[in-house]
Structures are given as structure tokens and as C-alpha cells.
């Protein structure tokens, strides 16, 4: 059922070629920080967001860091024309993102767990807006677009995880009496995947018609992501690490059972 599960709440991007290794670790991900939550927090002093209503920020912020994962896949055509990039280092863009998918996935949802999904998932947009400004300032440096496509994928493994079990949370009856048992699945993989088809999209026709095709598709991403970032401060927390009890280092979080699973290795 883990696997049922991390695949219909969180697909990942379809056209990266490390796709198989990111969602192996996905599953590590999920088996902590996806949870059903046992201890909410249902205080929501300060927050715009309330009720049902709570939810649509946080999917809108998934959406936006998605959107920003994946708006790079129609601009490699665009960098392979330009001839400024070797076409080795264009493809090798998509193992620096996976590997920053991979980092997120694995440190975000412990540190969630720890700490509260909010304060995890409020820095996501913020990392994927300065990986934006990074990738359209580098257009013709190969170290600063390296750095920003790293910095796209954290972000995108932190709105997986931290992101992900925020809607589910939101989306219980704690804070949405209306829901349906899973609702909070259904709601993360529609802005996760929603992300990931408009941000290809929109960077494509702009990379194909848009002035400054460079740095345009990349620029909309950093306008939207503010907007986000204002938009989720709003937002109640759901886990109070004070009531959580977690025991043991964080070192300890990141180890897990699943890991030894013959099936984990070989998706790995």
C-alpha cells in the first residue's frame, strides 16, 4: 500500500530520467511524514485561512513549486539552441535536480515531523524562487544555472513531503468538516501534477514566441512564488513538535526500516 500511496500523492516529474530513483526515495519520505496525523493542531489565531478554506493556500504553494520544478524541461530545446551549453551538461541539468529532489524527500518529511509541516514548508517556495533567479541569470554559466536547478529541485522535494502532509492535515476534520477520507491525497496530487503540466507549458510558449525567452518563463515563477510566500504565512499549523515527543537524533529519523526492502534496492 506505500507504494499505492506515494505514487497517487506525489507524481513526479515524467520527463526527468532520474524519476525512478526520486520516487524509491519518496516512499522512504512518505512512511514518516505522510502519516495519519494523530496530533493536530487546530489553532488557527493569526490566520486568514480558515475552515475548509485552509487547505487551497498550501495546494496553491505545491503548485507554484511544482510549476517551477518543471518549467525547465521545455527550456532545455531552448538551450540546446542556443549552443552556450554543451548538450552533456543540458542533460546533466536533470541529475542536479533529481539530486535535489533527493535531498528534499529525505530530510524534509523528518524535519516536518520534528519541527511542524509550516515552518518546513514556508521556506519551499522561497528556495524555488531563488533557484527561478539563479537558472535565468545563468543563462551562459554553467555553475550558477547548476546551482538553481539543484535549488528547483530541494524546494520541489520539500513541497512533496512537508507540503503534502500539511493538505492531508488540512484536510481532515479538524479543520475541514466537508472533506472525504481522502480528500487531502487527491487535493496534493492534483496540485502537485497541475504544478508540473502548466509550469512546462506556460515556459515552453514563452521560450517559443515570449521575449527574453531566457529569463521570461522565469521571471512569471518568481512573481507568483512572492504572491505565495505572503499567501502561506496565513496558514495554521497542523503539528506541534512540543506535543510530538519525538525521540532520538534527527540522524535516527532518516533511517528506515524500508530501506533493507529487496524491492526499495532495486527500485534505488
Not at 518543471?70 to 542533460?91: A, I
Not at 517559443?208 to 518568481?222: A, D, F, N
Not at 510530538?244 to 532495486?266: Q, T, W
Request: charged residues 15%.
Amino acid at each position: 500500500m506505500a507504494k499505492a500511496t506515494a505514487n497517487s500523492r506525489f507524481p513526479l516529474n515524467p520527463h526527468s530520467s532520474m524519476s525512478a530513483r526520486c520516487r524509491g526515495l519518496t516512499l522512504v519520505a512518505m512512511s514518516r511524514s505522510s502519516d495519519t496525523p494523530t496530533n493536530l493542531n487546530i489553532d488557527s489565531r493569526g490566520s486568514k485561512y480558515k475552515g475548509s478554506r485552509a487547505w487551497l493556500m498550501v495546494a496553491l504553494a505545491v503548485f507554484i513549486v511544482a510549476w517551477g520544478g518543471n518549467e525547465f524541461t521545455p527550456m532545455m530545446v531552448f538551450y540546446r539552441g542556443e549552443d552556450v551549453f554543451s548538450p552533456v551538461f543540458v542533460d546533466a541539468l536533470l541529475a542536479f535536480y533529481a539530486v535535489g529532489i533527493a535531498i528534499g524527500l529525505l530530510v524534509a518529511g523528518p524535519l516536518s515531523d520534528r519541527y511542524g509541516r509550516r515552518v518546513v514548508m514556508l521556506p519551499a517556495p522561497i528556495v524555488a524562487l531563488i533557484g527561478s533567479v539563479l537558472i535565468a541569470m545563468g543563462e551562459t554559466s554553467e555553475p550558477i544555472i547548476f546551482t538553481g536547478r539543484m535549488l528547483s529541485g530541494l524546494a520541489l522535494g520539500m513541497a512533496m513531503t512537508a507540503g503534502g502532509s500539511w493538505i492531508k492535515e488540512l484536510s481532515s476534520p479538524a479543520f475541514d468538516p466537508t472533506a472525504k477520507p481522502n480528500s487531502g491525497a487527491k487535493r496534493s496530487a492534483m496540485a502537485m501534477t497541475g504544478g508540473f503540466a502548466v509550469g512546462a507549458l506556460i515556459a515552453g510558449l514563452l521560450a517559443e514566441w515570449g521575449p527574453i525567452p531566457g529569463q521570461l518563463p522565469y521571471m512569471i515563477h518568481v512573481v507568483l512564488s512572492i504572491v505565495t510566500i505572503v499567501g502561506l504565512m496565513t496558514v495554521p499549523e497542523t503539528r506541534q513538535s512540543a506535543h510530538l515527543k519525538v525521540k532520538g537524533s534527527f540522524l535516527s529519523d532518516l533511517a528506515s526500516p524500508s530501506a533493507k526492502h529487496p524491492r526499495f534496492l532495486l527500485v534505488v
